[in-house]
C-alpha cells in the first residue's frame, strides 16, 4: 500500500510518501532523500540502502505505516 504524511526532517516539515510491498518499505522524502526499510520478524524496521535516516524518522515512519495497517 501507499503512505502519505509529513515528517519532521531536520528542523523542516516534508512530505514523506512510502510504498510498502511486503515486508519492504521504499521511502521518499520530499523529492531529494530516498531509503529503504525491511521490516524483520520481530516488527523493527531495519534500513538497507538510500540516504541515512536518523533513527527518530524510521520510528516515526514505523508509527505511521505498520500501525495503521487493518
Known sequence: GNYDFTINYSGR???CRVEKTDDILQVHIENNID????VEPDGSLHQTA???LPESNIEFI????LEHQA
Open 13 to 15: 516539515e516534508l512530505t
Open 62 to 65: 514505523k508509527k505511521q505505516v
Open 50 to 52: 538510500g540516504n541515512t
Open 35 to 38: 531509503a529503504t526499510l525491511q
